[in-house]
C-alpha cells in the first residue's frame, strides 16, 4: 500500500511539473513589464501554432473561485467573433479581465469595467486592441445609415475617422481605413483617461500602464503601439469629460 501512495506521488509530481502553471499568473504585485511579457510570449505562441492552453482545468477553475481573481491586464477589444482575447494571447481562466464592445470604444460602460479590473482587482495593465478589417470602423468611415443604438454606440469612432481623413487627404480606402482603426485605438485610450480619474492617477504615478494594439485578422499577430503619444498631457486632463465636454456615450446628435 505504502508503495502504491510513494508511486502515485510521483506520478502526480511529474504531471504538476510536466503541464502549464496552474499558479495563479497575475499573482498581486505583478509588473507591467511582466504583465506585457506573458501576453506578448502567448501571442507568438498562437501565431506559431503551439498554444499551450495554460491555467484552464477544474484546478484552476477551484482556484480562481475560491481565491478570486486576480488578472493580469484589462483587454478593452472589439466583440468581433474572430477577435477573442483568451486565445490569441494564450491565456487562461482569470488571467484577463476582457471588456468587448462593437469598435472597442471607450464610453462609461467600458471605462467603468476598467477601473474596476484596475482599481479592485489590481490589473497592472490596461490593453486597448483594435483590428484590421473592422466593419464598425469602417462603417462610420463609409457614414452608413445605421440605427439610432447603433449610431449612439458609435459616436465616439467618429472623432479617430475625422482624424484619419484629415491626415491622409486622397488616400485609397483600404489606406484611410487602416489609419482610422489606428486612430480609433488611439481614440479610447484617451477617452479612457479623459474620463477616468482613477485610471489617470495610477497611470500617473506607474502603478499601471494603458497601452493600444493591433490584432491582424490574417496572421493572428498583435502589433503593439504602446502608450498614447500624448499620455502625459492626457493623465493631467480634466476629470469626468471627454475633449467635446460630453459625459459618457449618449450625445444629441447620436441619439436621433
Not at 497592472?124 to 478589417?133: A, I, K, S, W
Not at 474620463?195 to 503593439?224: E, F, H, M, N, T
Request: proline share 5%.
Amino acid at each position: 500500500m505504502k508503495k502504491i501512495s510513494l508511486l502515485m506521488l510521483v506520478i502526480l509530481a511529474s504531471a504538476a511539473l510536466a503541464a502549464p502553471s496552474l499558479a495563479t499568473t497575475a499573482a498581486p504585485g505583478l509588473s507591467v513589464a511582466e504583465a506585457l511579457r506573458l501576453l506578448k510570449d502567448g501571442n507568438a505562441r498562437y501565431v506559431d501554432g503551439k498554444l499551450q492552453h495554460p491555467r484552464q482545468g477544474p484546478e484552476r477553475r477551484a482556484l480562481t473561485s475560491g481565491q478570486g481573481q486576480h488578472p493580469l491586464a484589462a483587454v478593452l477589444t472589439c466583440s468581433d467573433s474572430r477577435v477573442p482575447p483568451e486565445i490569441i494571447f494564450d491565456q487562461g481562466i482569470g488571467d484577463l479581465f476582457v471588456i468587448r464592445v462593437a469598435g472597442n470604444v471607450a464610453a462609461t460602460d467600458e471605462v467603468g469595467s476598467i477601473e474596476y479590473a484596475v482599481d479592485q482587482r489590481g490589473a497592472p495593465l490596461v490593453l486597448v486592441l483594435g483590428h484590421t478589417q473592422c466593419g464598425v470602423v469602417g462603417a462610420v468611415l463609409d457614414d452608413a445609415k445605421l440605427s439610432p443604438n447603433i449610431a449612439n454606440l458609435v459616436a465616439p469612432i467618429k472623432p479617430a475617422v475625422d482624424k484619419a481623413r484629415e491626415a491622409n487627404l486622397g488616400a485609397a480606402k483600404d489606406v484611410l481605413l487602416k489609419a482610422a482603426i489606428t486612430a480609433n485605438v488611439w481614440q479610447a485610450l484617451e477617452d479612457m483617461l479623459r474620463l477616468s480619474p482613477i485610471i489617470r492617477d495610477r497611470v500617473k504615478d506607474g502603478r499601471a500602464q494603458a497601452v493600444g494594439a493591433l490584432y491582424d485578422l490574417d496572421s493572428g499577430q498583435v502589433q503593439w503601439l504602446g502608450p498614447h503619444p500624448d499620455q502625459e498631457k492626457l493623465v493631467g486632463a480634466k476629470k469626468g469629460t471627454d475633449k467635446t465636454g460630453k459625459k459618457g456615450r449618449k450625445s444629441k446628435k447620436s441619439e436621433g
